[in-house]
């Protein structure tokens, strides 16, 4: 009897002792895991690699507000045509230095690039900017003017001289300088790394 | 018989006397790497794609998740000549937004260098991408080396009649999503007009040694249409800068892919084959956007320093007689 009770209580203590032992387990477990997932990210960091400090000052970009999101999404319509006729612009001239075409053909190549410019402009002038972005959108309708203008001069040259092409490229150059510039500020991952 | 050995002799003689005359007339150069900016944290499976990161990964080659990528500029002085390899880029607002740091004008960089912007004679675009064409306005008096091709290739997609994916200017804020010609803004194509337009640039049509011991390299579509290579003569053996075609070194060293645009991939590996052969090996391959760039695991590069803005420079090999510039 004592024995059976002895075996008894014996078997009624098992299922704790049990459970102890698989809590042990289970710990030991768990430490074995992240002992080695520790060790598994301690070698997963990138090798060192000399690097050089951040500079100082260094200002992130505020967000632009929702009407000046709006804004640069209206624009963005304009900049498509302007960007790819003062692409078209450059190789009209690219195309008469490469001897791909005649000074006389010049003017007609950049003809319809005039017309682009001009559709831009229109474009443009229908947008109401807010206030905080209204010196920025002087400037980019400046740059449309610019280049009407440079395309203009292109279309002007009457005989050998170059010149009047050399003027118009000032112009163009410093209406792209003004797009790289709004560009920048309104849609800054317009270029990614190439 | 003897005459006809004596004769043998004193044709050797000259032929290896000629022989001596051309490498001496080979210009020995002295070369510096400028980091023009740095584009931080760039997943590194986008731009080395057999590098992508694989969560959890033990080996070395996948347990990296992102990467700093510098943008190098080469300095290359051969006599009196100042070359820059590529020319960098200037977009301030694009820095704040993406982190992009270490940027200064090219001009200033250089001038840590004890350069004149306006004593640089030539410039060498590697390609005409926004970010290593983009500060030719810097540099006035330089003749530009352009490849024919690159204009080309532009063209093309400009005047691409088919589907409006295929274009030459990107077609949403977001990026230039891999267009064919993506990558050229009005400015920097305007910049190399502007250059042809004034007689201050060379459309170069295929390879063109431009002095002795400097000679470019076509390397068309190796990363874009008109790519193009620069062998350069130093004392340490001849170096050879790829711009992207070599944007990664270890890239180059293990024959992969890196920084795929308008890639062939077949002419990328080209044009690592043609560093092995003319520098011998890849370790004098001139990488443009190495991660591992000055430090002694791109060995070429190690011999560096901080300079303006946390940017750094590396003194690879000084020709006989020229100083330091180790600051």
């Given at each position: 009897m004592h024995a059976l009770t002895q075996n008894t209580t014996s078997a009624r203590r098992l299922p704790g002792l049990r459970n102890i032992g698989v809590a042990v387990v289970a710990v030991a477990l768990t430490a074995t895991a992240l002992y080695a997932g520790l060790r598994e990210m301690r070698k997963a960091v990138p090798p060192a690699v000399v690097a050089a400090p951040m500079e100082m000052g260094h200002a992130e970009r505020p967000a632009l507000s929702a009407d000046e999101e709006r804004y640069a999404h209206a624009l963005w319509k304009v900049h498509d045509q302007v960007r790819t006729a003062a692409v078209r612009m450059s190789f009209a001239g690219l195309s008469y230095k490469m001897g791909d075409i005649k000074k006389s053909e010049l003017a007609a190549r950049v003809e319809p690039i005039t017309q682009n410019f001009k559709s831009a402009l229109a474009d443009a002038t229908k947008l109401a900017p807010p206030a905080s972005l209204e010196q920025l959108h002087a400037e980019y309708v400046g740059a449309i003017r610019d280049y009407e203008q440079a395309s203009l001069e292109m279309r002007a040259g009457k005989g050998e001289s170059d010149d009047h092409l050399i003027t118009a490229q000032t112009k163009s150059e410093r209406a792209a300088t003004t797009l790289l510039k709004v560009g920048d500020a309104l849609w800054p991952g317009e270029h990614k790394p190439n | 018989m003897k005459k006809q050995l004596a004769l043998g002799l004193a044709a050797f003689g000259l032929l290896a006397g000629l022989g001596a005359t051309t490498a001496q007339a080979q210009t020995v150069c002295s070369v510096w790497l400028v980091e023009n900016s740095t584009f931080m944290g760039v997943p590194f499976g986008m731009f080395h794609p057999d590098r992508s990161f694989v969560q959890g990964s033990t080996n070395p080659r996948n347990n990296v998740n992102t990467v700093d990528l510098p943008v190098n500029v080469g300095v290359i002085k051969c006599g009196k000549d100042l070359i820059l390899y590529d020319n960098g880029w200037n977009q301030t607002e694009y820095h704040k937004m993406t982190g992009t740091?270490?940027?200064?004008p090219l001009s200033k960089q250089i001038a840590q260098l004890?350069?004149?912007?306006?004593?640089?004679?030539k410039v060498i675009i590697g390609h005409g991408h926004w970010d290593h064409?983009?500060?030719?306005?810097?540099?006035?008096n330089a003749i530009l080396y352009v490849q024919k091709e690159e204009l080309r290739g532009i063209e093309w997609a400009l005047n691409?009649?088919?589907?409006?994916?295929?274009?030459?200017?990107?077609?949403?804020?977001?990026?230039?999503?891999?267009?064919?010609?993506?990558?050229?803004t009005p400015k920097t194509m305007d910049q190399i007009y502007g250059k042809i337009l004034r007689g201050k640039a060379v459309i170069v049509d295929?390879?063109?040694?431009?002095?002795?011991?400097v000679k470019i390299h076509a390397a068309h579509?190796?990363?874009?249409?008109?790519s193009q290579l620069l062998e350069v003569n130093t004392a340490i053996g001849k170096l050879m800068f790829g711009s992207d075609a070599y944007s990664s070194w270890e890239a180059i060293r293990d024959w992969e892919v890196a920084?795929?645009?308008?890639?062939?991939s077949v002419q990328q590996f080209l044009a690592y084959e043609k560093c092995y052969k003319v520098t011998g090996g890849y370790q004098n391959c001139v990488a443009a956007?190495?991660?591992?760039?000055?430090?002694d695991k791109y060995p070429l590069t190690k011999n560096s320093w901080v300079g303006m803005n946390g940017a750094r420079l590396a003194e690879i090999t000084l020709a006989p007689g020229e100083q330091s510039r180790k600051k």
């Open positions: - | 740091g270490h940027w200064s004890g350069f004149d912007a306006k004593d640089v004679s064409a983009g500060s030719l306005d810097e540099f006035p691409y009649p088919g589907h409006e994916r295929i274009r030459a200017v990107n077609d949403s804020p977001g990026g230039c999503s891999r267009t064919p010609a993506c990558g050229y295929g390879d063109l040694e431009i002095m002795p011991g579509r190796a990363h874009t249409a008109g920084n795929v645009q308008q890639t062939d956007h190495e991660p591992l760039s000055y430090s």
